[in-house]
């Protein structure tokens, strides 16, 4: 079993090598920016706009490096689903976690606001109090 | 044997790549620690869940076991399962009603 795998491991020709190193790179460099985005932005939404974008394509970019390390073999394709589930996992728990920091009632920065709704037709009759102080202001 | 010298390179850019993931991860937990909000925490939790699946990729190649690929996966399955847990735990006071 380890002999047959060393054998189809040193068949990695240099594309692929430079594939895989590429990958790799770039991946990490995603995997830094989030992580200073982390740790200095000042409030958990904008924590999260670092984390749930960069930290998730530093991750899949070096999961797409095992795809492309492994591809003729079934881990290659593993890999694969790998990023696809982080694509599809990721935007989803941040959006759950920031309705949950909204309902626990934290704070967004100063001058920071909900987005208002867009005063059409529609949404005129949905919220008519608010619809009327948007046009009073203008 | 003689290695070819990309695979040397390779070699290194990957252990380079995992050292420089796990000194992140260790960053990552600092917010963990000192995160004003619950949510901060929960979002600092996901980041390291998100790292070690980084992490096992790369280990995956490094070593040349493709098996800790099924790792990555499940990782990432599991992180997200916990992060929607206390997500909903916070917001609705209980998992399952």
């Known amino acids: ?138 | 044997m003689a290695e070819p010298a990309y695979l040397a390179w390779m070699d290194t850019v990957l252990f380079a790549g995992l050292a420089l993931a796990a000194g992140l991860t260790l960053l990552v937990s600092y917010r963990v620690i000192r995160g004003p909000t619950v949510p901060d925490r929960v979002v600092a939790l996901d980041t390291i869940g998100t790292n070690v699946v980084a992490i096992a990729a790369l280990y995956a190649i490094w070593s040349q076991q493709g098996y800790f690929v099924g790792v990555s996966l499940v990782l990432a399955i599991i992180g997200f399962i916990s992060t929607i847990t206390v997500a909903r735990y916070v917001t609705e006071g209980d998992i399952i009603e």
């Open chain 1, 1 to 138: 079993m380890t002999a047959a795998e060393t054998a189809a491991a040193a068949t990695a020709g240099p594309v692929r090598a430079a594939l895989v190193i590429l990958l790799t790179v770039v991946g990490s460099f995603f995997l830094v920016v989030g992580t200073i985005g982390l740790l200095r932005f000042p409030n958990v939404y904008n924590r999260m706009h670092a984390t749930s974008k960069a930290t998730t394509l530093g991750a899949a970019s070096i999961a797409l490096a095992a795809t492309v390390y492994y591809l003729p073999h079934g881990d290659g394709l593993m890999a694969l689903v790998t990023v696809l589930f982080l694509f599809l996992t990721a935007p989803t728990g941040a959006h759950m976690i920031s309705q949950a920091a909204q309902r626990m009632g934290v704070p967004f920065l100063d001058g920071v606001t909900w987005p208002k709704q867009v005063a059409s037709g529609d949404a005129d009759t949905a919220d008519g109090t608010d619809a009327d102080a948007a046009n009073g202001d203008d």
